[in-house]
């Protein structure tokens, strides 16, 4: 099924978006995590960014495997795949904490920026979302970089 497309393989060409996605995924969450204002002023988007990232990785690991038994079995092409196995849960955490930050900011635009009487619970459930979609976006844009750079050393180390 993630074989190819006209006779290309889909890695090579799907791995473009997924570094793509995540690398612009990952500082706009951030930035929605630390700057109330730009949360308000992008909305969706750093939600979007990231449930995008989060359907490409799969795709790109799976067709990964699949260029992965066509191609000679080398050490940095195990250490590539190995990598890749590593990015999504770390998008699962960016998708989650741009998740919690679009409905807080969302909920709060609804009350008027209350906290519908208990300011502690809001402010405790925004800790939360921040700490996760700054622990998502740094670890993806981490592995993500880890991952393309063994990819490249894979792809062009004869």
């Known amino acids: 099924m993630f074989d190819t497309i006209s006779g290309l393989p889909i890695h090579p060409l799907v791995v473009h978006f997924t570094v793509a996605v995540p690398l612009a995924a990952a500082p706009a969450v951030a930035l929605a995590a630390l700057w109330p204002r730009f949360r308000a002023w992008a909305g969706p988007l750093p939600l979007a960014l990231s ?64 906290g519908g009487g208990a300011p502690s619970r809001a402010g405790a459930a925004l800790v939360v979302a921040v700490l996760v979609a700054l622990a998502g976006a740094v670890g993806t844009g981490v592995q993500t970089v880890r991952i393309g750079h063994s990819g490249a050393e894979a792809a062009w180390t004869a």
Do not use: D, I
């Open 51 to 114: 449930l995008l990232a989060l359907v490409l990785v799969p795709v790109t690991t799976q067709s990964g495997t699949a260029l992965e038994e066509s191609v000679k079995e080398t050490a940095l092409v195990e250490r590539h795949a190995e990598l890749g196995g590593t990015l999504l849960p770390w998008v699962a955490a960016l998708a989650a904490g741009a998740a919690a930050l679009y409905w807080l900011q969302r909920r709060g635009a609804r009350s008027g920026g209350t």
